[in-house]
């Protein structure tokens, strides 16, 4: 694994992980989820995983996760248009021609809102929050009603932010490819009555990302 320093995004400093060949055709670049950063347990299983299959991946910080890091002192989520900034910035240092782009939950989330702008090549959701916790309600599909990006949203069947029966009622974009986790939560996690593991859910996305890229890229 490799580890370089990232121009600072959005006024703050950070810096990237890279795991995979150099030479590597296809890139991907995920950005973490709201509570843990880009080297949590599960960040790092997936790029790992997925870059032993020979794809690039690069990982990176939003700038509130990258204050808390320097700090130690945990932050809230930046505001969207901070987020959002962070996206372009990152695109922008990135030197791979039409990269995939993607994330673990509010990582997902904001690749998903600039994907169609970006003209990437595909967007990959690990755990989508479709609805804040207990609030089926207040849906955050609407731009994933018209999404022009090929799109994988990997989600765990007992999913808080939207599970397997919430999430299959609603009216998605035909470009959005839905692949569910045997009794997985938000972090894919299976009941150990399931008799099922984490690890086997996390396997099994990393699967599922490697597949959808090579579709697309075929």
Request: proline share 8%.
């Amino acid at each position: 694994m490799n580890e370089d320093t990232l121009r600072p995004a959005a006024g703050q400093g950070s810096q990237r992980l890279i795991d995979g060949p150099d030479e590597a055709a296809t890139t991907l670049i995920l950005a973490h989820g709201a509570g843990a950063g880009m080297d949590s347990p599960f960040m790092q299983a997936v790029a790992l995983g997925i870059a032993a299959r020979g794809l690039r991946v690069i990982r990176f910080e939003f700038p509130y996760m990258a204050a808390s890091r320097r700090s130690g002192m945990r932050r809230p989520p930046d505001r969207p248009a901070v987020l959002r900034q962070a996206w372009l910035d990152v695109l922008a240092l990135t030197a791979a021609a039409r990269p995939f782009i993607g994330g673990k939950s509010l990582g997902g989330r904001v690749a998903s809102l600039v994907a169609d702008e970006l003209d990437v090549a595909g967007l990959v959701c690990l755990g989508y929050p479709f609805h804040p916790v207990g609030k089926p309600d207040v849906l955050r599909i609407d731009h994933l009603r018209v999404m022009r990006t090929p799109t994988l949203i990997v989600q765990g069947e007992r999913d808080p932010f939207g599970s397997v029966h919430e999430v299959g009622g609603y009216p998605l974009s035909p470009q959005v490819r839905l692949r569910w986790l045997p009794d997985g939560d938000h972090g894919f996690t299976p009941r150990v009555a399931s008799g099922r593991t984490q690890a086997e859910n996390w396997c099994k996305a990393v699967d599922a990302v490697c597949d959808f890229v090579g579709a697309v890229c075929r």
